[in-house]
């Protein structure tokens, strides 16, 4: 799925943060498939930390059958969307042997790095970043109640003020189908690609997390301090990062 056109440096790490008693979280970093994901578990559902693993598998499990190659990157997003909803649907099945049907349930965000291009998806608030020239750019955009009130025309402050603003309006496991919102970005040596759960951007400021991205000379240095950075500042959530450097290949 990847190009010999770009070399990848990447890594990912969870953490339980300083306040949880569990890591409801889960990642994956996978070279072969060019696959980097981060899911998050609904803490208000039993079982987050099951739930966010078997997303991550199932969309793991999904891509690694026989494809056809290549693929444009049109294909390979839809592929993955189709990944995601697959474990929805199994998220969704194993939901339905709990009472009341409030079994797990997840956030879900991740790239698929194929030929020139990052293909991106999310359920939920788990969120991917760009670092371009010094400037970071969040890809995603969370689905929340207060991002719906700003879509239907509130102001930002407004929305933040809002008693369920940050209610998640999506997840995998909530309903028989699910919404993903997909995209597909051209590459550019030199950017840097950032995975990972809201224990780390509702608490890292944006600056501190482009600021460690440039400063830092590889991944899994980036991911160390990043999770370091937010359990400095509290560490009030699970804490799931992957960092993706792009750097030029050979012939």
Not at 51 to 67: N, P, Y
């Amino acid at each position: 799925m990847s190009s010999s056109r770009f070399q990848l440096d990447a890594a990912g790490s969870t953490d339980p943060g300083r306040r949880r008693p569990r890591n409801e979280d889960a990642f994956i970093a996978v070279h072969a498939l060019a696959l980097f994901a981060v899911a998050d578990g609904v803490s208000t559902r039993p079982h987050g930390e099951q739930a966010s693993a078997v997303a991550i598998e199932r969309v793991c499990a999904f891509l690694q059958r026989d494809r056809t190659w290549p693929m444009e990157a049109d294909d390979a997003l839809g592929l993955l969307v189709a990944a995601v909803k697959h474990a929805n649907e199994h998220l969704h099945r194993e939901a339905q042997e709990w009472p009341k049907c409030q079994g797990p349930a997840t956030t879900f965000a991740a790239l698929l790095l194929h030929g020139a291009h990052a293909c991106i998806v999310h359920v939920g608030d788990s969120r991917v970043y760009r670092l371009r020239e010094g400037e970071l750019q969040p890809l995603t955009e969370d689905h929340t109640f207060a991002n719906d009130c700003i879509r239907q025309g509130a102001t930002p402050d407004e929305a933040r003020k809002m008693r369920n603003a940050g209610v998640l309006t999506r997840g995998l496991g909530l309903n028989a189908t699910v919404d993903v919102t997909g995209q597909a970005h051209p590459l550019q040596v030199g950017d840097v690609l950032l995975v990972c759960s809201d224990g780390l951007h509702h608490v890292v400021p944006d600056a501190d997390i482009a600021y460690i991205l440039t400063e830092t000379p590889n991944a899994a240095l980036a991911v160390a301090r990043l999770i370091e950075r937010a359990n400095e500042a509290g560490g009030p959530d699970n804490i799931s990062v992957v960092v993706v450097r792009v750097a030029k290949g050979g012939a």
